[in-house]
């Protein structure tokens, strides 16, 4: 029986709610292994007591069958988690991580299919709208989609200090796995690959001073998730549903997924609210107000509903998001500068 051996058995373990071991994501900081005696340390940061009791119940379970263990010992040591400052009892939003930058915005979704990249990127633009210099990184790995959104496929350089410069297009700085690739070039990268590509986009770019970083999350609640949340403070997640209740369901995942890692909701979207004909008529492909209501059941604000139009689509293969237009001109665009305000209102009250 050696260190080894054990840090190869516990890879069974899984982060609770994660597809992930505690080994790949670093937990296990020390296996000592003496005559009748192995013992684990492990470090969590979390506010949850449910996730280390649940930790130590699985190392258990998995330690204990071993042959010639001895006796096991799993010590875990529980540590604030780093966005807990986001999540104070005065509602403010506490401080980046990353130099420089103010705030880190995650806009995520239970699922694809509810415009979740297109939602990021006009909140980008009408957050610049403001004056404000705002970032944008696409943790879409394996679906990179802002370098098409904003119309450019530069490639990345690197400064001096070997950080990656980002590409600026419409006033945002941007990095995406899509400036990487050639093409209709797939991503194929195990784990602990994506992994390292998602603390490389966020450690190693020179992001410079940013009033909001907005970060462009992969649907689900999968690996990568859980790598940012431990990888930098967000200070609030905001998350994009469409009204119907296939997908409401999945975005409660994406409420409880944060709720495990300590990141405070700052509000929901409601995308493809509604389809306005020429007539002025509205029709509720999706259903009615279901945004709304469960904005209510979370005790979250509803920072916008976002209509369905087919120049929102164009403006999104043309590199253009709608929320360049001018607001009172398109009405889609009007409703992202609202929903814009109304998530601005929220982190610097």
């Known amino acids: 029986m050696n260190p080894d051996f054990i840090r190869e058995a516990l890879r069974q373990v899984r982060y609770p709610g994660f597809s992930r ?28 007591p449910a996730i280390p009791e649940q930790i130590f119940r699985d190392c258990h379970t998995i330690l204990d069958p071993l042959p010639d263990i001895g006796h096991a010992k799993v010590e875990i040591e529980v540590k604030a988690a780093p966005a807990a400052a986001g999540g104070g009892g005065d509602g403010s939003v506490g401080k980046s991580s990353i130099p420089g930058v103010k705030r880190i915005i995650a806009v995520a979704s239970g699922k694809g299919g509810v415009g979740k990249s297109t939602v990021a990127a006009n909140l ?12 944008l990184c696409d943790c879409d790995l394996y679906g990179p989609s802002m370098a098409q959104m904003f119309g450019t496929c530069e490639r990345p350089l690197a400064n001096e200090l070997d950080e990656i410069i980002p590409i600026e297009a419409h006033g945002i700085l941007l990095m995406s796995m899509g400036f990487l690739l050639d093409g209709a070039s797939p991503v194929i990268v195990r784990g602990p690959m994506a992994t390292r590509y998602t603390q490389q986009f966020l450690r ?146």
């Not at 980008?124 to 970032?135: E, H, P």
């Open 21 to 48: 071991d505690i080994v790949s994501f670093g937990l296990v900081k020390n296996v000592t292994c003496e005559p009748g005696l192995t013992t684990v340390q492990i470090e969590v940061s979390t506010a949850d």
């Open 204 to 349: 190693q770019v020179a992001w410079g001073e940013l009033d909001y970083l907005i970060l462009d999350l992969p649907p689900g609640t999968g690996d990568i998730q859980l790598t940012i949340v431990q990888t930098v403070a967000v200070d609030g997640a905001v998350i994009v549903t469409t009204p119907q209740e296939v997908a409401l369901i999945d975005a409660r995942k994406a409420v409880a997924m944060f709720g495990k890692v300590n990141v405070p909701i700052l509000g929901l979207i409601e995308n493809m609210s509604w389809f306005e004909c020429d007539a002025g008529k509205r029709y509720h492909l999706f259903g009615d107000g279901g945004g709304a209501r469960e904005a209510e059941l979370l005790g979250v604000p509803l920072f916008g509903q976002i209509p369905i139009d087919m120049a929102t689509r164009e403006g999104g293969d043309s590199g253009a998001p709608i929320a360049l237009q001018p607001a009172g001109e398109n009405k889609v665009s009007a409703a992202f500068h609202r929903t814009a305000a109304a998530l601005r209102a929220k982190v610097v009250a």
């Open 124 to 135: 980008a633009v009408a957050l610049a709208a403001t004056g404000a210099r705002v970032g």
